[in-house]
């Protein structure tokens, strides 16, 4: 087996095995980020790795296999090339459902859980109990750039502990959010002065009726709160994948 750097014209004819994984390149730090995997000239597996914009601490990776050549160490040997491939000495780091295949690959690479993600999917007729309070108001009756600083420093302190941000990192958070979120539905609790004391933002996602609510359990006046929701769905964890 050899690897060679995934090139566009692989992208055009790319396996049907590689649906549902976006073979993107990384924005900012280099091109050298996507590899495949060839045996005989056939493309047995292709990789790829990416930083985020708002966090740039750890690379996300993504390895696919022919689902005919799984569980013969490829995927491991993917992981490694792109690990040798990295233009600055940060850990990789991955996601995904608590039953999927994709996580006891990372276990079996080491991958130490950094966050966890429960159950997220509610109705949008549940978030009476979020507004209980009078002092709750809807977000569209509060000046945006108030909004966006909250929803930066929520998000800030709210990674600090475990991805801490980068500079310059409210601009992107904030760059889609007035397209992203219900602003009826979106809540916020200011005291006398306008201070925000409280922000809870309802995104859309296709169906009125039904919301994510997204979440770390790390953030301790989320769990509270998803209680008294009661999603449903799929548990997740985030992991590091050390190198
Ligand atoms: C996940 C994936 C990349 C693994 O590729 P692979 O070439 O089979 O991985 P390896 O052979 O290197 O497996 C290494 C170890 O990971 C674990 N592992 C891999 N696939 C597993 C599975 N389906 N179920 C349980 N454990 C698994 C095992 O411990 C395995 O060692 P073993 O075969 O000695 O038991 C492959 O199944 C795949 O392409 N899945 C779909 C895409 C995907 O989920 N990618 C996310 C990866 S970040």
Do not use: K
């Not at 490829?74 to 233009?87: E, F, M, P, S, Y």
Request: net charge negative; aromatic share 8%; hydrophobic share 45%.
């Amino acid at each position: 087996m050899e690897f060679r750097p995934l090139r566009e014209s692989d992208l055009t004819s790319a396996p049907a095995w590689t649906a549902g994984h976006e073979l993107r390149p990384d924005l900012w730090r280099g091109e050298h980020t996507r590899a495949v995997a060839l045996e005989t000239d056939e493309i047995v597996a292709v990789g790829i790795m990416w930083t985020s914009r708002v966090h740039g601490d750890r690379y996300w990776v993504d390895v696919v296999v022919h689902p005919a050549h799984r569980r013969r160490g490829i995927g491991t040997a993917a992981v490694r090339h792109l690990t040798g491939l990295r233009a600055a000495p940060l850990p990789l780091m991955t996601r995904a459902y608590v039953d999927d295949p994709a996580l006891a690959f990372a276990d079996a690479l080491g991958a130490r859980t950094i966050q966890v993600v429960p159950p997220a999917e509610s109705t949008t007729t549940a978030r009476a109990a979020l507004r209980a309070d009078p002092a709750a108001i809807a977000v569209d009756a509060v000046d945006r750039t108030v909004i966006e600083a909250a929803n930066a420093r929520i998000y800030e302190w709210t990674h600090a502990s475990w991805s801490p941000v980068g500079p310059a990192f409210a601009d992107a958070l904030n760059e889609d959010l007035w397209d992203e979120i219900d602003t009826e539905a979106s809540s916020v609790v200011g005291d006398a002065t306008g201070r925000v004391l409280a922000l809870a933002l309802v995104y859309l996602d296709g169906e009125i009726a039904d919301v994510e609510f997204d979440g770390h359990v790390s953030d301790p006046h989320f769990l509270p709160v998803l209680a008294r929701l009661q999603p449903t769905g799929r548990w997740f964890r985030l992991v590091e994948i050390p190198v």
